[in-house]
Each structure stands twice: as C-alpha cells, then as structure tokens.
C-alpha cells in the first residue's frame, strides 16, 4: 500500500499551493512606498479610520504618538506593507518615514475586523524655519493609491533637516481587537 502515502503527499503539496498567495503585484506604490498588492487590498473608501485619541507632545522637543485604527467595513481586504503618511502645511507636504524597527506583515480583514498604527513625531518650534507647521495628515492604505486627509492639530513638527523632512515615523500594521 505505497500508494497511500504518496497520494497523501500529493494532496497536502496541492493544498499547500493552493493556499499560497498568488498576489500579482510587484514593485512599488507610488503613492505609499509599500509593496503593491492584488486586488484585495483595502481601499480607503471601504475602511473606516480614526485617528486619536493623540498622546500630544506638549512642548517643542518632546515626542508625542498619534495611533490611527482602521476597521474593515467592506468584503475582506488585505493590508501589506506600512501606511503612507504625509504632513501638510499650506502648500507644503512632507512624507512620513517609515519606523523600521519592525517588520510589516500581511494582514488580512474580514468585514469589522481591525488593525491598527501610530505616528510618533517631534514637536517643533512655532515659527521655526526647520518646523512643519502642519495642519492636515494624509493617510494612504498600501496597494491603494487613494488617500483620506484629516485635520492635525498637535502643533509644528520638528524637522530633522529642514521643514520638509519631518522627524517622524509610522509603524506597520498590527493586528488590532480580539
């Protein structure tokens, strides 16, 4: 009965394959810096975002965290690669770097699942030159080109060079609730 074993490796090597991800994407978003994926990535539209309650830095020099929850209100949808976050201030807008302290890992949502992120950043001073006066964060989804800005009201963010290179980072995603 040799048969018996290799048929069952073969059925276990099919579901194997099968159930890895055949993704699609390659390359770059330009818009998030993070790996593209197929089409299963979440869209901002079908996402739900809230961004606070903020650990505000109360003054220039100290360091204040800004986390942002997003729950899944569409089918299930994937999150692979970190959030593009971009500081604005009038007509200037300054990327957010990426925290590479930790790894991202593809997340997957179902309907009202949750994930979760934090911007931490330096306040600036008011009227500093090297300060990013910012008064909207903008918040794109990997794999999604399309982005949801809302008001940020925790003062200038310090600049690590000048105003356009602000001394900020995002994490990747988490897995967030239950």
Same mark, same amino acid.
């Given at each position: 009965?040799? #048969?018996?074993?290799?048929?069952? &490796?073969?059925? *276990?090597? *099919?579901?194997?394959? #099968?159930?890895?991800?055949?993704?699609?994407?390659?390359?770059?978003?330009?818009?998030? %810096? &993070?790996? @593209?994926?197929?089409?299963?990535?979440?869209?901002?539209?079908?996402?739900?975002?809230?961004?606070?309650?903020? @650990?505000?830095?109360?003054?220039?020099?100290? =360091? $204040?965290?800004?986390?942002? =929850?997003?729950? @899944?209100?569409?089918?299930?949808?994937?999150?692979?690669? !970190?959030?593009?976050?971009?500081?604005?201030? $009038?007509?200037?807008?300054? /990327?957010?770097?990426?925290?590479?302290?930790?790894?991202?890992?593809?997340?997957?949502? #179902?309907? %009202?699942?949750? *994930?979760?992120? =934090?911007?931490?950043?330096?306040?600036? +001073?008011?009227?500093? $030159? +090297?300060?990013?006066? #910012? @008064?909207?964060? +903008?918040?794109?989804?990997?794999?999604?080109?399309?982005?949801?800005?809302?008001?940020?009201?925790?003062?200038?963010? /310090?600049?690590?060079?000048?105003?356009?290179?602000?001394?900020?980072?995002? =994490?990747? !995603?988490?897995?967030?609730?239950?």
């Amino acid at each position: 009965m040799r #048969a018996f074993p290799i048929t069952v &490796s073969a059925v *276990a090597a *099919a579901l194997l394959l #099968a159930a890895c991800d055949s993704g699609g994407g390659s390359g770059t978003d330009t818009d998030t %810096g &993070s790996k @593209n994926t197929d089409s299963t990535a979440c869209r901002i539209g079908e996402v739900g975002l809230q961004v606070g309650p903020a @650990n505000a830095a109360p003054a220039a020099g100290d =360091t $204040g965290d800004v986390p942002v =929850t997003l729950t @899944n209100r569409g089918a299930r949808c994937t999150l692979d690669g !970190f959030p593009g976050v971009t500081l604005a201030a $009038g007509g200037t807008a300054a /990327r957010v770097a990426e925290d590479k302290t930790g790894r991202p890992q593809k997340l997957t949502l #179902a309907k %009202g699942d949750t *994930a979760s992120f =934090t911007l931490t950043y330096v306040r600036g +001073k008011e009227g500093d $030159g +090297k300060s990013l006066a #910012a @008064n909207s964060l +903008k918040i794109a989804l990997p794999g999604a080109g399309e982005g949801q800005s809302f008001k940020w009201s925790y003062g200038p963010v /310090r600049g690590k060079k000048d105003a356009g290179d602000p001394d900020a980072s995002v =994490t990747a !995603f988490q897995q967030a609730g239950d």
